[in-house]
């Protein structure tokens, strides 16, 4: 709803009144949907690149509206994040894919590692870490099978705050992974600081591959960086052959993509795990 001559003033502030009371309803239903369990978690596998089998999961949330279906989390999130409501929404999604892992496990059906992404305002929580602790322990889940991805732009918005949170959240024993990479302008000097075990190349950086000669380049920089500072990596939005092979011939650890499979409900991802 952006205009710019002066004769579309009126539009604009219209515009924005309804752009502000459609986003009160949205908040408005995100909070009964937190209230009446509306929202739920589907799981991408993640693939190591080598030999096409799932090293992990990311657990991906959806909220499932009685009357408009499922809406996915682009639509909401930034809102959720925007209200604040997004400490609430982050706190059931960890411990419902602390939850959800415990009981794969249980069942001998778990995948090795569950990804869980942190909003930026919820890493700068005050209570994040003992958050993680306290999901960790109600569901009975090592702390090994979980991974925290947040994204390079959160980390960057307070680098020394958040050098700090990673370290504590390090000593509860999860994975980190700093998510997005590419996007947010790392300081390298930080990231060398951060106690990081992976690094996930956004996805609009492997849209371009292999057409683009830039695209390329980057991706094969950013995989020789993670190299040198011994991080792991995800490639997300790995949609081709072509991708894959290029990713493959860089010895970019692992991907995820709709190559593979896309995000899916519970049930669904044991037995794609399965049919593996
Ligand atoms: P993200 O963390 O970068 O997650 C990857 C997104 O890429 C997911 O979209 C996934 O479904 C999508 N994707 C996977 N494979 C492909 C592919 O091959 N091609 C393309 N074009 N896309 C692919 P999704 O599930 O719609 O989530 C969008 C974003 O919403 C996520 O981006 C993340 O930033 C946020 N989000 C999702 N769940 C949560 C959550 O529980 N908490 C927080 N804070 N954010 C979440
Ligand atoms: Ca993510
Ligand atoms: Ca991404
Ligand atoms: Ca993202």
């Given at each position: ?35 009446n ?6 799981y ?5 690149v ?7 999961v ?5 909220w499932?509206h ?5 809406i ?12 604040g409501?997004?400490?609430q ?13 415990a ?10 590692r ?10 700068v ?13 109600k ?5 090994s099978?979980l ?8 980390l960057?918005?307070?680098?020394h705050q958040?050098e ?5 959240l ?23 600081r ?14 371009g591959?292999?057409e ?40 970019c650890?692992?991907c995820?993509?709709y ?18």
């Amino acid at each position: 709803a952006k205009s710019s001559g002066r004769d579309q003033v009126c539009g604009y502030d219209r515009a924005m009144t309804e752009e502000a009371s459609a986003r009160f309803e949205m908040e408005r239903g995100l909070r009964k949907a937190l209230e009446n369990a509306e929202l739920e978690l589907h799981y991408q596998p993640i693939i190591r690149v080598s030999n096409g089998r799932a090293i992990g999961v990311e657990a991906l949330v959806r909220w499932r509206h009685p009357e408009r279906g499922l809406i996915p989390p682009d639509r909401f999130i930034p809102l959720a994040e925007h209200s604040g409501l997004i400490v609430q929404v982050g706190h059931w999604v960890l411990n419902e894919a602390c939850r959800q892992m415990a009981q794969w496990e249980l069942e001998g059906v778990a995948p090795e590692r569950v990804a869980v992404n942190l909003s930026p305002r919820q890493f700068v929580h005050l209570d994040v870490v003992e958050l993680v602790r306290s999901a960790l322990q109600k569901s009975g889940l090592s702390a090994s099978k979980l991974e925290l991805e947040i994204t390079e732009s959160a980390l960057m918005t307070s680098a020394h705050q958040g050098e700090q949170t990673l370290h504590q959240l390090k000593g509860l024993g999860v994975g980190l992974v700093i998510d997005d990479f590419g996007t947010g302008y790392s300081s390298l000097a930080y990231l060398r600081r951060f106690p990081l075990d992976k690094l996930k190349i956004d996805k609009s950086f492997l849209a371009g591959v292999p057409e683009r000669a830039e695209d390329n380049q980057l991706v094969t920089t950013i995989l020789d960086l993670a190299a040198n500072m011994r991080l792991n990596v995800v490639a997300e939005g790995v949609e081709t052959d072509a991708q894959w092979r290029f990713l493959k011939e860089r010895h970019c650890g692992a991907c995820q993509g709709y190559l593979f499979s896309p995000a899916l409900p519970a049930a669904e991802l044991v037995a794609w795990l399965r049919e593996q």
